[in-house]
C-alpha cells in the first residue's frame, strides 16, 4: 500500500495487540527498554502524526481520501485503548469524530478508486476503500483494562522544574 497512514494503522494494531500481551505477563522476555521506553514513544508519534496529518474537513490525504481517512481512523480507534489520559483520549475522540463525520457527509469524489495498492502494477479496488470505510464507522477501542506496568509507561509528568 501507498500510503504512510496504512503502515501506521497497522503498527497501531500490532503494538497495542503486543502491550496487551505483555500485559498479561505472556511476553516476558520483552526487553524492558524496548516496552518502557521505545514502544511509547513511537506509538505517541503515531498518534501526534496522524492527527497532525488530519485535514480541516475531518478527512486525511491529499486530495482528501475515504480510504486513507479510515486508515487513520482506524490507527486512533486502537491508540485510544492505551491508557495516555483524559486529555489525549478527548483529542483522539475529536479527531475519530471529524474524521467519521466526513465519511459520513458522502463527500463527492471520494469514492473514486484511489490508486493505493501495488502488485505489478498500483491499482484501486472499490470492495477495499468500502470494506475500510465501514470498518472505520464502526470500529471500538480494543477492550483491555491495562495493569499499572502499562499505566506507568504512559504516565506522563510534566517537569516544570527548569
Known amino acids: ?11 497501531s ?13 505472556t511476553l516476558t522476555s520483552l526487553d524492558e527498554e524496548l516496552v518502557s521506553s521505545q514502544i511509547p514513544l513511537l ?11 488530519q485535514n480541516p474537513d475531518g478527512s486525511w490525504g491529499s486530495p482528501s481520501s475515504g480510504e486513507i481517512t ?24 475529536a479527531g475519530i469524530d471529524q474524521g467519521r463525520n466526513f465519511l459520513t457527509r458522502g463527500v463527492s469524489g471520494i469514492d473514486h478508486h484511489e490508486y493505493l495498492w ?3 502494477v498500483t491499482y484501486g479496488s472499490a470492495a477495499l476503500t468500502e470494506g475500510y470505510k465501514l470498518a472505520a464507522l464502526k470500529a471500538t477501542a480494543p477492550c ?4 499499572d506496568q502499562v499505566k506507568d509507561v504512559f504516565h506522563f509528568e510534566p517537569d ?3
Not at 494494531?13 to 505477563?25: F, G, K
Open 13 to 25: 494494531q500490532a503494538m497495542v495487540q503486543l502491550l496487551i500481551l505483555w500485559d498479561r505477563s
Open 144 to 147: 483491555h483494562k491495562f495493569g
Open 118 to 120: 501495488i502488485e505489478k
Open 70 to 93: 479510515s486508515y487513520a481512523i482506524l490507527t486512533l480507534t486502537n491508540l485510544l485503548s492505551l491508557p495516555m489520559g483524559d486529555v489525549i483520549a478527548t483529542v483522539i475522540e
Open 160 to 162: 516544570f522544574t527548569d
Open 43 to 53: 506509538l505517541l508519534q503515531s498518534q501526534s502524526r496522524t492527527l497532525g496529518l
Open 1 to 11: 500500500n501507498l500510503s504512510p497512514q496504512y503502515t501506521m494503522m497497522l503498527f
